[in-house]
């Protein structure tokens, strides 16, 4: 969910950087698709119990996660240096929608490592 709202909040602010935005765009599109695969594919009952579906959730958890922390300081780096850079001519609203999508990108890496850390108990204890 928070990794829809940072894609939602990023495609609708204006991207005067296409470059920083767009690996954002990237992270938050791949791993929303990633993870809403994988939760169709458990509650499918597709993993039949396998231990090397615990194995893949953990890798994708992991991956998910370091992507996300990338995506999360590379949008706060340019929503400070915009701020910085245009002060009071930057549109209030934009810049309050690249605040909230920092916010949201890392509440999205928080999860992803909270998930990361159950995945690999249960990968432990598998």
């Known amino acids: 969910i928070f990794g829809g709202l940072v894609w939602i909040l990023v495609a609708s602010s204006r991207v005067p950087t296409p470059m920083l ?3 954002v765009m990237f992270v938050s599109v791949s791993c929303f ?4 695969t994988l939760l169709c594919l458990y509650m499918g009952g597709v993993h039949g119990g396998s231990s090397s579906w615990v194995t893949v959730d953990a890798v994708c958890q992991a991956t998910a996660a370091l992507f ?3 995506a999360a ?11 910085l850079l245009f002060g009071n ?5 934009i810049y309050q929608e690249n605040i909230a999508a920092v916010v949201f990108a ?3 890496t928080l999860m992803y490592v909270i ?5 690999l108990l249960r ?3 598998s």
């Open 21 to 23: 935005q767009g690996w």
């Open 33 to 36: 698709i990633m993870s809403t």
């Open 68 to 70: 996300y922390l990338s």
């Open 73 to 83: 300081v590379l949008e706060a780096y340019f929503t400070y240096s915009v701020g």
């Open 89 to 93: 001519f930057l549109v209030t609203s």
């Open 106 to 108: 890392f509440l999205a």
């Open 115 to 119: 998930h990361k850390v159950f995945s």
């Open 123 to 125: 990968w432990k204890s």
